[in-house]
């Protein structure tokens, strides 16, 4: 199933379970994300079901790609100027 008909069979808004669905997670570990306010959702309802728009899934997505392409570059950066050496001693 390709993306545009994943987001027509679930709508505008996820449950915990659709969005932990989507990631491979837990509803637990969605619940926490959603609790921290790290993943935003609304409460919707009497009982204050949690509701995610796909949107800021999906937002939520690219932002933890991104952190990760930033702390790889730093990372990258801080092994740069390393210098490598064969054998005992100090490099010349």
């Known amino acids: ?5 994943a ?8 449950t915990i379970a659709d969005a932990a669905e989507q990631l491979n997670v837990s509803a ?3 619940y926490q994300l959603v609790r921290s306010g790290e993943l935003p ?3 919707v309802g009497t009982s204050g079901q949690w509701r995610i728009e796909t949107a800021m899934l999906e937002a939520y ?14 990372n990258q950066a801080e092994f740069a100027n390393v210098i490598e050496f064969d054998g005992p001693g100090r490099p010349d």
């Open 1 to 5: 199933m390709n993306d545009s008909r």
């Open 7 to 14: 987001q027509q069979r679930l709508g505008r808004f996820l």
């Open 28 to 30: 637990n570990q969605v």
């Open 41 to 43: 959702a609304i409460k």
């Open 61 to 74: 997505i690219d932002t933890q790609y991104e952190e990760v392409r930033r702390h790889n570059l730093w």
